[in-house]
């Protein structure tokens, strides 16, 4: 009798963002991120991050409004999700302290930490950056350029050593990383949006019909007062 195959428990993927606000271009990604992934997760999570690193603080929402938002922006989606849980810690927003705690709390599977590929280029600059291929496998998708090459150079500039093998995931390529881990490149298309742009337009009262959830939109009227105030503003973060 042969052994049953090794049934391992599905993954997670993770979208960390700003979400100021969420938009279809973040909806897009996660629809088909998650659709990509299939039965190798159970569910993909929208995390809005606390106090991001990398970015220009003042515009930015207080977590709760952003968390709230991206919650209506998801509703009805199967297998997406949002998590808190960046609004909870104090101080910036490390995705490396994120993903030890989703390590922590889901010993044994996957994580599937989703980024752009400027982003991707950039993990040196990242709070551990270079560590993160420990904690999580990388789902690649470009922002506006259509080739995997960006891609491939970048996993082989922040770890030499690093090379192409089989992909995993249909229509994907895969660059295996030393000491075990592994990038993707999805090659999704990428919708000209933006939060900024969308910021910019709603402060000049132009339409953003189309552009954010009907809910989203709801949200912006009702806290109308509030995000203008946030959403002039420009101070720096940590
Ligand atoms: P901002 O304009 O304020 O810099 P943003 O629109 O780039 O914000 P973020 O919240 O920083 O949005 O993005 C969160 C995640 O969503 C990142 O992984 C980013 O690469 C991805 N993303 C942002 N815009 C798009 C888009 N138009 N299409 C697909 N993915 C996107």
């Known amino acids: 009798m042969h052994d049953a195959p090794e049934q391992r428990p599905p993954g997670r993927a993770l979208l960390g963002g700003s979400f100021n606000p969420p938009h279809i271009g973040h909806l897009r ?3 088909e991120v998650r659709e990509a992934l299939g039965a190798l997760v159970d569910t993909l999570v929208l995390i809005p991050c606390g106090t991001p690193p990398h970015k220009r603080a003042g515009s930015l929402l207080p977590f709760a409004l952003r968390a709230e938002m991206t919650r209506a922006a998801v509703r009805g989606l199967p297998g997406i999700s949002v998590s808190e849980e960046e609004g909870e810690r104090q101080g910036c927003s490390y995705t490396w302290d994120t993903l030890t705690r989703y390590r922590e709390a889901l010993p ?8 752009g590929t400027p982003d991707f280029a950039l993990l040196h600059t990242w709070h551990r950056g270079r560590e993160l291929p420990r904690l999580c496998q990388f789902i690649v998708v470009a922002r506006g350029e259509q080739t995997h090459e960006p891609f491939a150079q970048a996993a082989r ?3 030499p050593g690093a090379r192409s093998v089989a992909p995993v995931l249909p229509d994907s390529r895969c660059m295996a990383l030393p000491g075990g881990g592994m990038a993707h490149y999805l090659p999704l298309p990428w919708l000209a949006v933006s939060a900024s742009r969308i910021r910019e337009r709603w402060l000049r009262r132009q339409n953003v019909d189309f552009l ?3 809910a989203v ?3 912006l009227r009702i806290r109308h007062a509030e995000v203008a105030e946030h959403w002039k503003g420009d101070g720096m973060s940590c």
Do not use: H, K, S
């Open 29 to 31: 990604l996660a629809i």
């Open 108 to 115: 044994g599977r996957i994580l599937y930490f989703v980024i």
């Open 157 to 159: 500039t922040l770890w």
């Open 212 to 214: 954010i959830p009907r």
């Open 217 to 219: 939109d709801e949200l």
